[in-house]
């Protein structure tokens, strides 16, 4: 790659024009980058190398970049990008410790690069690289902010997905629409092309919630983004594995809600009082079979229903609100103690609430309201403070 420029230096005729020279030397001049590629990886180490090979022979004479943003893969990925970096000027690794997640690490990648254009594209080369040059084109004309790769418009498909995970994929998309502001065939697409002053419009708005950035940047640009789409066939993996588990439909209802209602309330707050309220299922389910089937006495059914309930509310939360700072092993046990203790003041607060403004003559069921939220709101902050303060 041609990386510096030849230019005429004048002889030095004092000791600060030797110094502009020293400094000139040490300045690598290149041709402005155009178009970043950037690429989230977790163990995709046998894929970044082909993935490059592609990249190159699709994008041909375009001033690029790969800027792979790796979440510290156990599989060393970032070290091997480190190595092509030391041969190929135009690869960079991005790489961050202690943390995870595919929409963080593209809006990291997008913010690391000066390129006008950014496209995202997945290593493991499930997404069709040779629609980059046409998505620059695209681009390059002015007519739109984003092109956008589906797999639902003629000429698209989705290659032999299994028909539940088709079929998730509509549910998911017709989701989508609650929050989007345009009508994308394919909004959960993770390959797409944007121009730098569209993602910047958006970026401060983001979520960052989960895998569906493309979606994140739809629904928090100020003005809706023109696309096109490009149809492509998504590819079967051919090296290492899925990072998508089920914990994805969670982060995807979480990245919903916050959009949604974001704004107003915290969504960690939304899902930890979905999670309470579905904490009264387990309550009765509990209370039936000690009172009913096994002949409990009232208080001691009573009693063992509402632990079963605090104990089923605290694992919930612990695997999917607090997903990110999750306790294991004795911090697991400390931790629910000390949720029995925040719940234990809930109700206290609960009660006192709503008796002192049912004495005030306030309706029974408003009281009653009232009384829950300052309960739900006083478990939510205690337990976030208190409990899933830091990560682990
Ligand atoms: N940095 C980082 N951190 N990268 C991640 C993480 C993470 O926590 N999780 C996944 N990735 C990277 C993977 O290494 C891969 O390059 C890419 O993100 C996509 O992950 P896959 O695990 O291969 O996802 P998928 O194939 O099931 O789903 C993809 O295709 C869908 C359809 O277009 C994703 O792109 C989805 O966003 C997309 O909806
Ligand atoms: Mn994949």
Redesign the pocket.
Known sequence: MDMTDARPTPAPSNASDADDRRADQGRARRRPVELAVV??????RD?IQPLYELLCAALGDVQWEMVV???DSPDGTAALIRDMSQKNANVRVLQ?LG????ST?VIEGMLATSAQYLAVI???M??DETKLAEMLRILRSGEVDIAV?S?FVDGGGVGDWAADRVQM?RIATRVAKLVLKSDLS?P????FMIRRDAFEEAMRNLSGEG????LDIFASSKTPLRFREVPYR?RN?VH?????DTLVLWEYLALIVDKLFGKYVPARLILFSMIGASGVVVHFAAFSLSFFAASLSFLAAQTIATFVAMTTNYTINNILTYRDKRRKGASFVTGLLAFYLICGIGVVGNVGVSNALYNRDVKWWLATIAGIAIGVIWNYSASSIFIWDKKR
Do not use: C, W
């Open positions: 690429v989230p990886t977790y163990n995709e894929n943003v790796d979440d961050r943390r995870r997640g595919l690490a997945d290593a493991d499930q997404h790769g797999r994929s394919d959960m697409s993770g390959f895998y569906k950035i493309l998504f993996r290492g594995e899925s990072k998508v």
